[in-house]
T-cell receptor
């Protein structure tokens, strides 16, 4: 069994400030980790993924995340946010078999001018 | 590449009727498709896993006779909500996985409203 905990349900931040969205996971087997963004009334768009290799993963729109196996975390960061980054962000974990994913409850990022 | 479409994007139906939602992988073959349900301000809830040519695997608590899933080809899966009721109103999202990979490509979602 696997689970994902997104530690912050809402993160308000001012434009051009840095942001970190926290994600912890638990699993008894090796996993792949993902961050997705969802804009209102739309599907999910992949921001970045960790499959193996370097623990620092860079994604689209200036986002990056670091896989920390000892802390079972995969926090998402961006050094300077824009108004357009306002959206819902989901962390997900997938076991290495067949791609079935478990999603966190989501974090609402609100970027204020 | 890796585009997934859903049709319709929005549908309103009367209570007791059935509605079919299509999920297509436009530029790749999807050996596996997933169907999710999302309530407002909530996360995605996996309903079922659909594999081409075989019966779907439903998650615990999901009524297989109410939510019929067919994955007839490597590019098309359908979800039929039978005898819909207002409590079935939700946002339904599909995703598709290309063979040999672990990345899900998501469709844009279908907003179902049952009146």
């Amino acid at each position: 069994a696997q689970s994902v905990t997104q530690l912050d349900s809402q993160v308000p931040v001012f434009e051009e400030a840095p942001v970190e969205l926290r994600c912890n996971y638990s699993s008894s087997v090796s996993v792949y980790l993902f961050w997705y963004v969802q804009y209102p009334n739309q599907g999910l768009q992949l921001l970045l993924k960790y499959l193996s290799g370097s623990t620092l993963v860079k994604g689209i729109n200036g986002f990056e995340a670091e896989f920390n196996k000892s802390q079972t975390s995969f926090h998402l960061r961006k050094p300077s946010v824009h108004i357009s980054d306002t959206a819902e962000y989901f962390c997900a974990v997938s076991n290495t078999n067949a791609g079935k994913s478990t999603f966190g409850d989501g974090t609402t990022l609100t970027v204020k001018p | 590449g890796a585009v997934v479409s859903q049709h319709p994007s929005r549908v309103i139906c009367k209570s007791g009727t059935s509605v079919k939602i299509e999920c297509r992988s436009l530029d790749f073959q999807a050996t596996t498709m997933f169907w999710y349900r999302q309530f407002p301000k909530q996360s995605l809830m996996l309903m079922a896993t659909s594999n081409e040519g075989s019966k779907a695997t439903y998650e615990q608590g999901v009524e297989k006779d109410k939510f019929l899933i067919n994955h007839a080809s490597l590019t098309l899966s359908t979800l039929t909500v039978t005898s819909a009721h207002p409590e079935d109103s939700s946002f339904y999202i599909c995703s598709a996985v290309a063979g040999g990979t672990y990345e899900q490509y998501f469709g844009p979602g279908t907003r179902l409203t049952v009146t």
